[in-house]
Structures are given as C-alpha cells and as structure tokens.
C-alpha cells in the first residue's frame, strides 16, 4: 500500500494511505476532535479537512481554540451570506468576500440599495440556509471552462477575476447550495457551525477600490464562534458609538471641520483649543526636561529640498501640489525632518554637541483622499509632536531607551495603563530593498532590541515590516475598551543622513555620518486629541478639563456669594464657568453633567453663611459639602496627582 507519514503537533506520526483526509485523521484521533475540527494547517497552509493528503505532511487540526481557524470560520460566513443573496435576489451580479477583523463582507452590483429591511430578510434566510448544514464542497475546473460558467451565469466581475487572477491550468472553486465561487479556500466542512452572526451595514464601495469603475453595495457582517463573543463585540460597537469623538466634539463645543475651509482641516473651538493648550503645554515642558531642544520650522519650503529627501518620488501622491513662487517651485510640507536636518547643518557639529535632539510641534499637510479623511483621526492638516535625534553609534541605545521611556510616561499622565509593542524589522531575504547595509541594520535592529529587553518590555518581532530606511518600535496604546491605537514611533533611519551628507567632527578629528532617528510620541495632536476624547468619552480628568469647576448658585440670592467663590477659583488657577441662568438648580446641574464638568460647586444661602460649596462630581452625584479652602485644596492635590476626588 502506498502511505505517507502523518507527523502531529506532539510530534507522533502516523502512517496513513495517500489520499487520506485531515478529516479522517482527526477521526482517528479522537471523535471529539473530528467533531470540533474546522480546518487543518498542512505544513504551515492551511487546508480544507478533506483536502487529500499526498505527501510527508506535518498536520495540525484547528478548533475554535485556534485564532487562524477563525479567519477560515468568517470568509465561509462571507459565502453563506453570498448564497443567501442569490436566494433572495437572483439577478444581483458577485463581486468579493473576503474575511476582516470582526467578520467579512461581500460586495453586489444591484440597481435597487439594500435596504435595512433587505439585510434582515438575508441575513434570516443566512440562519436559514446554516440550519441546513450545506456544504462546502472545492471544484476544480479547467481555466477555459471556468470562465465560460461565469459568462453563461452572466456574472462579468467573477469572470473577470477568474481572467485575472488564475494561473494554474485548473481553477478552484467551491460551491455553497446554489452558490458557486472562484476562491481559493480553505473553508470550513459545512455551514452548520456558523450560527453568531449579524449583518451590520452597507457601504459603497468601487470595483477593485478604483474610482470610475462600477459602485458596488458592500454588506458588512460580524461573526463570530460563540453568541457570546457576538454580544460583547456589538456591546462594545454601542459603547464606541457612544464614544465617538465626532459626535461629542460637537456636542462639547471641541472642534468642527467647516465644508467652506475644505474637507480634512480642523477647526479648534476655545474649549478644544483649551485642551491643546495643556497637552502642548505638558509636552514642551517634558522636552525640556529631558534634554531635547524646541525648534520651528516653515510650512512651505522648495520643492527641492524634497528632492533630496525623496519625498518628490517615493511620497508624492500624498503631498500637495506645487506652489510657484518667483519662478521656483515651492512644496507645503509633509514631513518635519528636512526642516530639522537642515537646522543641524547650519553649522559643523562636533562629537561633543552629540546627542543633538530637536523637536517641534509641526504642522504638515498631506493629500489624503476624501474617502478616508475620519474626524480627527485621519486629516489633511495636523501638527505631529516631531523630533529628530542626531548621535554616534555608541550613543544610539541610551537615546533609544530615552524615546521608549519618553513614550511610557506620556502613556501613564493621559491615563493609559495597556499597550502594546512592535519591533518591525527588515525582510533577511530580500535586503536589496533597503537602505543601509547588512552590518548597519543588524547593528540597528539589535540597538532596539538590547532596548527593549533591557527595559523589561514584551514585544512582537515583525520581520520584513520596516520601513525601508530603517527598523522601528511601535507602541500601540489599548484604550478604555481595549480598542489599540497605534500612536508612538521610534524610528532608524539610514537614508537622510545619507542624502543630505550630514557630518560632525569625531575625536579623531575626521569626518563622521551620525545616526538619525524619529521619534513620535502622540503621532499627531489631532489624532491623539481624537483618541482622548474617546477614552474619556468626553469627560476628561481635571488637569486636562477645559472647564474644571462650574459654579452653580441656587439663586439671585447667593450671587454676591456665588462671584466670590469663582473669583477664588479663578484666583487659584482653576477655569470656572459662573452659570448665573435664571434656571432652576436641576437644570444648571444636568446642563453641567451633559457637558461633562468634573466637579460643581453648589452654593446657596447655608453654604454662603459658612464659607462652604456642595461638592458634586461628574456621574458620581453628591460628594457632600466642604470649606471653600479644603475644596480648592483637594482640587489642587487632584490636578498635581491626575487623580480623582473621593
């Protein structure tokens, strides 16, 4: 008989007749794991389970309890939802499916929209098609054929695909009912197991995300293994609508973006403006601190300084378009670094000024496309809190090790206390695609990671996902509902130093090329902004509220009482907002609560004869009455702390 050998996770082998089944290996195994199984991963690839096996395999069967098993579960979700629609609408033309990170999608070409009761019917008929327990069954056909099912189907996009995309001489397909893809797999053996499902929304979207070409209607599915997962994702898809830092910056008064002006720029209300203030304020002061020099440099500069830098090549689609100034061209500025390169070539530089770190609060502007232009989060002009380290080889790890240490402590004084990191380095088989030479990038990526062991820091190493001219640490922070922002960047770099010849004089006294790196902390004020209003929900700790205290007399009565109070306030450093309305008390206090005050100090007639406010806290209510002299005590211990009152 002619077999081949099976070899399992544990590193027991079997040996079983070619042709044989992960399936019916997982049988042989336990009839517990052939119930449970959802695919297998063959050598690394996965594969469907009744994929043959035709050669000396290492085999793993993949269960719920396998993360690349969910991927498999999701794009099988994408066909039953497919193999719904053609229930429903035969006529609609196919476009993709593919999973994502919550659940999938598919795309249809119909001339009538979807409608929210459109999605409830398809996805009951998914539910329905699912209890069915339909198959999953791969077909392989000749490419010729292949194309001609398409087009007697009258399905054109799939056809156009299988043209495309197939480079084999037999094409795989698989079949769901009445449903018919070109898809390469692997699926999952049945439609039985996918049961936590919604259909979310419907989106446009072009065909192959190239304008001109037909819109399709994307319809947008989460899924998940278990009802359970299912419910917390849409429980946390309903606190991050709640969250929404578009909404609530209009609704606080934070920042617009005015259509007159142009999609993309941000507008920032006193009360967002406020809240810079005091970010900028921190950040500059922490600079300083820490040995970095401020710097400023234009917004626009010759277009052929990006020439040099390459930005003009490699960056040009996301850069403005050329001004003309006095017959020269003249380039809004997309990044910060030439601008500081330039500040440290003024003048010859010795070992001794090294390190030499600049930073600057930058405004850049960058053509990003309308269609993903996101509040705050992706704009077309914002400020990055920018820096650049010049220094010698020798001195490299310290100032790496500064930069993370610099990223950890802005994490902790805007209240983030989970995050997450990345060491991305360069690809080791295709290093003609990068800057620098071996040694320089072996000498770098162990620079990082000699850091970021040393700092006691777990991170993920990502091979082959730098920037081609250097490695990189990335932190992403986990906000308040764990979502992860990807926001802090250290980053190598071989190119510029290069490109603009930069030197300082060595002890030696010859010539030498320092190291450069960039650093981002928050990313970008705007997108950090974006961020906090998100975390906080709006209601942002007393050191960063824009209006830390409203006071809130009971009436005309306590006025005179009620001005004092403010004034003190004021006098001591606090911002107040005196609400002197002809309101009833309830009214100035829910105004106060729905725009988010961390505290207000009420005041009537008991509280002016003793010198006292009634302290209430935002979403804690009454926190009882206390003197004047101890509330603005505790308000001061609060605000050094970046704490809260008890």
């Known amino acids: ?224 293994f278990t009802q359970a997962e299912l419910d917390e994702y849409l429980h946390r898809l309903e606190e991050a609508k709640r969250r929404d830092h578009r909404r609530l910056g209009q609704e606080l008064d934070l920042f617009s973006i ?67 100034v006095e017959k020269a061209d003249y380039q809004l500025k997309p990044m910060n670094c030439p601008g500081h390169i330039l500040i440290y070539k003024s003048r010859l530089r010795s070992y001794r000024d090294l390190p030499v770190r600049f930073a600057e609060l930058g405004t850049v502007y960058r053509y990003e496309r309308s269609g993903v232009l996101h509040g705050l989060l992706r704009v077309r002009g914002f400020t990055q809190d920018d820096a650049h380290i010049f220094c010698t080889r020798d001195q490299l790890e310290a100032e790496v090790q500064g930069c993370v240490d610099f990223a950890l402590a802005v994490l902790r004084i805007f209240g983030f206390n989970r995050f997450e990191v990345e060491l991305s380095a360069r690809d080791p088989g295709n290093p003609e695609h990068y800057a620098g030479t071996v040694e320089e990038w072996q000498h770098a990526e162990g620079a990082l990671t000699r850091t970021l062991e040393r700092m006691g820091i777990p991170y993920k190493y990502m091979p082959g996902e730098a920037v081609f001219y250097g490695p990189k640490i990335d932190l992403k922070l986990l906000d308040a509902i764990g979502r992860p922002w990807q926001l802090s960047t250290v980053q190598f770099d071989f190119n510029l130093p290069r490109r603009f010849d930069l030197e300082y004089v060595g002890e030696d006294g010859a010539k030498h090329q320092p190291v450069m790196v960039h650093r981002a902390l928050w990313g970008s004020v705007e997108r950090f902004f974006g961020v906090l209003i998100e975390h906080y929900a709006g209601a942002f700790p007393l050191w960063l509220a824009p209006v830390q205290v409203a006071v809130l007399p009971v009436s005309n009565k306590v006025s005179d009482y009620a001005h004092q109070v403010g004034a003190e306030l004021a006098a001591a450093g606090f911002r107040v907002y005196l609400d002197e309305r002809n309101e009833k008390l309830q009214a100035k206090i829910r105004d106060s609560e729905m725009q988010k005050v961390p505290y207000m100090a009420v005041v009537g007639g008991k509280e002016a004869e003793a010198g006292a406010v009634s302290v209430r806290g935002h979403g804690k209510g009454d926190l009882g009455s206390r003197p004047l002299a101890t509330f603005l005590s505790d308000l001061r211990a609060e605000v050094n702390s970046h704490g809260g009152l008890s």
């Not at 066909?79 to 609609?92: G, K, N, T």
């Not at 001609?148 to 054109?156: A, I, R, S």
């Not at 941000?266 to 710097?295: C, N, T």
Request: hydrophobic content about 40%; glycine content about 8%.
């Open 258 to 324: 005015q259509e007159e002006a142009g999609p993309g720029l941000i507008f920032w209300h006193p009360k967002g403006a406020m809240v810079r203030k005091l970010m900028e304020d921190w950040s500059r002061d922490e600079h300083l601190r820490r040995g970095y020099q401020l710097v400023y440099t234009p917004h626009i500069m010759r277009l052929d300084l990006w020439k040099t830098s390459g930005h003009a090549n490699f960056y040009r689609e996301n850069m403005f378009g050329a001004v003309e």
């Open 1 to 224: 008989m002619d077999t081949i050998q099976v070899t399992l996770p544990d590193g027991a082998t079997q040996q079983v007749p070619r042709g044989t089944t992960p399936a019916e290996i997982a049988q042989k195994i336990s009839p517990r794991l052939a119930k449970e199984a959802l695919v297998a991963s063959a050598d690394g690839q996965l594969v469907d389970l009744s994929r043959p096996l035709e050669s000396d395999t290492s085999l793993k069967i993949l269960t719920t309890k396998d993360s690349d098993s969910l991927t498999v579960f999701r794009h099988s979700a994408a066909h039953l939802l497919a193999a719904a629609v053609l229930e429903l609408f035969p006529d609609v033309k196919l476009g993709i499916g593919p999973p994502i990170d919550y659940g999938f999608f598919y795309e249809f070409l119909r001339e009538q929209p979807f409608t929210p009761g459109d999605l409830e019917l398809i996805e009951k008929k998914m539910h329905e098609l699912a209890a069915h327990d339909i198959p999953n069954l791969r077909k392989l056909l000749p490419k010729a054929e292949a194309v001609q099912l398409y087009k007697d189907w009258n399905q054109g996009f799939k056809c156009e695909l299988v043209e495309e995309k197939a480079t084999e001489p037999m094409v795989s397909f698989y079949t769901t009912g009445k449903f018919i893809d070109f898809c390469r797999g692997p699926h999952i053996p049945s439609t039985g197991r996918i049961k936590a499902f919604k259909l979310m929304n419907v989106a446009g979207a072009y065909w192959k995300g190239q304008e001109g070409n037909p819109q399709m209607q994307r319809v947008y599915g989460a899924c998940f």
